[in-house]
């Protein structure tokens, strides 16, 4: 079993939807959670921090269920520019410097 | 600021030779920094973890003879991918964390290399 799955995709939605990715991850013990988004032969950049109390930052609306080990990820009014892969990631922190541990991603793909 | 830069962008290279990507920290003093790859449709994989000063820490399965890692200041490490082969082929990507609170423990990406092995 992966550490971190997230479907695929891709999802294709209009401009204007909501869309909502989700991902379980497998360690009981990971202590941090986030999203990031990675377009097309780019770096990952980080969208938000993940927290059990929700943390919503504009359009976008991250959620942590520890005890179903289960993040996720709301975009509302979606927008063209939002089109990237979405990555999911925590990590169990050792020591002074946290290991990332990466999902495969879900693509999204915003059409006009 | 916390910004981290990757040279070269994308290397083609001959199977046999060894290609050397340097990662930097440019406006920060990078205590840690962590070689990623990643191939066409799959997630980043931590390859290894460096320490200004010391060995890096390899994951399960990275061979570090292969894979040189040199962290040898606090704004710069390098990765040397020695005698090259197709299979080698990835996208490789640092990040670096440093040691102020204000940086609160993320991970700064570089851009990353494109390595492309005949």
């Known amino acids: 079993r992966k550490e971190v799955e997230q479907d695929p995709g891709p999802f294709n939605v209009p401009e204007g939807a909501t869309v909502a990715f989700n991902c379980t991850y497998s360690n009981s013990a990971s202590q941090s959670f986030f999203w990031y988004r990675q377009d097309c032969r780019k770096e990952p950049k980080l969208l938000m921090s993940v927290y059990s109390s929700g943390n919503e930052d504009g359009r976008f609306t991250a959620q942590l269920n520890r005890a179903s080990q289960y993040i996720s990820l709301l975009i509302r009014d979606s927008k063209l520019s939002d089109s990237a892969t979405y990555l999911c990631?925590?990590?169990?922190?050792?020591?002074?410097?946290?290991?990332?541990?990466f999902g495969t991603g879900t693509r999204l793909q915003v059409t006009l | 600021g916390a910004v981290v830069s990757q040279h070269p962008s994308w290397v083609i290279c001959k199977s046999g030779t060894s290609v050397k990507i340097e990662c930097r920290s440019l406006?920060?003093?990078?205590?840690?920094m962590f070689w990623y790859r990643q191939f066409p449709k799959q997630s980043l994989m931590l390859m290894a973890t460096s320490n200004e000063g010391s060995k890096a820490t390899y994951e399960q399965g990275v061979e570090k003879d292969k894979f040189l890692i040199n962290h040898a200041s606090l704004t710069l490490s390098t990765l040397t991918v020695t005698s090259a082969h197709p299979e080698d082929s990835s996208f490789y990507i640092c990040s670096a964390t440093g040691r102020s609170s204000k940086m609160n423990n993320e991970q700064f990406f570089g851009p990353g290399t494109r390595l492309t092995v005949l």
């Open positions: 990631v925590v990590t169990a922190d050792t020591g002074t410097a946290s290991k990332l541990t």
């Open positions: 406006d920060f003093q990078a205590t840690t």
